[in-house]
């Protein structure tokens, strides 16, 4: 069987680190169509938009993408419509990607590469579930207007709706409790039901598909104790639940937990577990060019696509078994350097990933 796969290098680092990740897929024994196509900035260059109608059409046919990182100061000045970041927008409406999932995973040779303490975070291995297409963020109506009401009447406000429909509580906690069954049995979903009734809600249907997976154990969380537990002992926690505005927040949050921006993956799905993959952090413009990016993330995400849009998850145990070999060999890219280890450019970290793929 052969998977048919997209690939959007991007701006910045996007193409180093797409490469190494594209060499990685590559070397595994699974076959693979490979088609690339332009998208942020680079897209803009050539078809004069973010993402032209053959880069959407080639996401849209592939069960999988795999994306790099879009955006450059360059393109600040554009209208919105035109910046190289409306093309993960874009994709994310048009593949209907509700479902973001973001790990974050402290390898334990990178302790230090943490701000926190070794004793709080060493080991951390946390899988964050935003919904990534209701909520607050697109919720109607919104905009500005004179107050009609109220002890403000008359005054200028701003003023957004948060909603969240039953179908699509129920699908993004399917995909929590499905995620949960996967490691180790334990779903927290963070809400604000003490206060907000989207949330009210959202706890009810949650509850309700509980009964679905009663091999799970469910908790709930307010979502200001589970910022302040993010931090206090985040192993705590296995998989989080959470709506859009929530999850933004604490996967940002968790991300920093890590430190090492350059090793964290994504993933965002749609119903048919189509997916988008890319590493959290942007295109670092600041370091293009220079061959030093750590691709590991990139290297991550591909892995999280075997395992959540082609079925493959015996294959990304194998890459993610490199990673870990190729950090507890000492290679470090200049991200997670640390005196005593190896530092080691983009290429040189997909080789040596390779090179452990082998192994
Ligand atoms: P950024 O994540 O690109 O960079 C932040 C810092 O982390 C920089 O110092 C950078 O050198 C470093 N860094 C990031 N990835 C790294 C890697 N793989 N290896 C080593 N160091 C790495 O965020 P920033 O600077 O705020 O944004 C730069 C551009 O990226 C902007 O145009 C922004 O809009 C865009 N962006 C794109 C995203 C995407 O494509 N999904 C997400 C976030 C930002
Ligand atoms: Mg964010």
């Given at each position: 069987m052969t998977h048919k796969?997209?690939?959007?290098?991007?701006?910045?680092?996007?193409?180093?680190?797409?490469?190494?990740?594209?060499?990685?897929l590559k070397a595994l024994d699974v076959s693979f169509d490979v088609k690339e196509e332009p998208v942020g900035g680079?897209?803009?260059?050539?078809?004069?938009?973010?993402?032209?109608?053959?880069?959407?059409?080639?996401?849209?046919?592939?069960?999988?993408?795999?994306?790099?990182?879009?955006?450059?100061w360059k393109y600040d000045s554009l209208p919105r419509e035109f910046r190289p970041e409306q093309a993960i927008l874009g994709l994310r409406r048009s593949l209907g990607l509700f479902a973001n999932l973001r790990p974050a995973i402290l390898y334990p040779e990178l302790a230090n590469a943490?701000?926190?303490?070794?004793?709080?975070?060493?080991?951390l291995d946390i899988l964050i579930i935003r919904e990534l297409t209701g909520d607050i963020y697109f919720g109607q109506p919104r905009g500005q207007r004179s107050a009609p009401d109220g002890a403000f009447a008359g005054e200028r406000e701003g003023y957004d709706t948060m909603r969240y429909a039953e179908s699509e509580v129920r699908?993004?906690?399917r995909v929590g409790f499905e995620a949960a069954r996967k490691r180790n049995k334990r779903l927290c979903s963070v809400d604000k039901a003490n206060v907000?009734?989207?949330?009210?809600?959202?706890?009810?249907?949650?509850?309700?598909?509980?009964?679905?997976?009663p091999?799970?154990?469910?908790?709930?969380?307010?979502?200001?104790?589970?910022?302040?537990?993010?931090?206090?002992?985040?192993?705590?926690?296995?998989?989080i639940v959470t709506g859009n505005i929530f999850g933004d927040?604490?996967?940002?949050?968790?991300?920093?937990?890590?430190?090492?921006?350059?090793?964290?993956p994504s993933a965002s799905l749609n119903s048919s577990n189509q997916g988008l993959y890319e590493p959290s952090h942007g295109s670092a413009p600041d370091i293009a060019g220079k061959g030093v990016a750590n691709p590991l993330a990139t290297i991550l995400s591909a892995a999280m696509?075997?395992?959540?849009?082609?079925?493959?998850?015996?294959q990304a145990d194998r890459i993610e078994a490199a990673v870990r070999r190729v950090l507890s060999e000492g290679l470090r890219t200049a991200d997670i350097y640390e005196p005593g280890t190896t530092k080691v450019g983009t290429a040189q970290m997909g080789d040596a990933v390779i090179k452990a793929l082998a192994a």
């Open positions: 796969i997209a690939v959007l290098p991007g701006d910045g680092i996007g193409p180093e680190i797409i490469e190494q990740a594209v060499r990685v680079a897209a803009f260059d050539r078809y004069e938009h973010p993402l032209p109608p053959a880069t959407l059409k080639l996401a849209q046919e592939s069960q999988a993408t795999l994306f790099g990182a879009v955006g450059d943490s701000s926190l303490k070794p004793e709080v975070v060493s080991g699908r993004i906690a907000l009734e989207t949330s009210q809600f959202w706890r009810d249907i949650v509850i309700d598909v509980s009964r679905e997976f091999d799970v154990t469910l908790s709930h969380m307010y979502v200001d104790n589970a910022a302040m537990q993010l931090v206090r002992a985040p192993r705590e926690f296995d998989v927040i604490l996967s940002d949050e968790a991300a920093m937990l890590t430190g090492s921006i350059g090793m964290l696509m075997l395992r959540y849009s082609l079925d493959l998850a015996g």
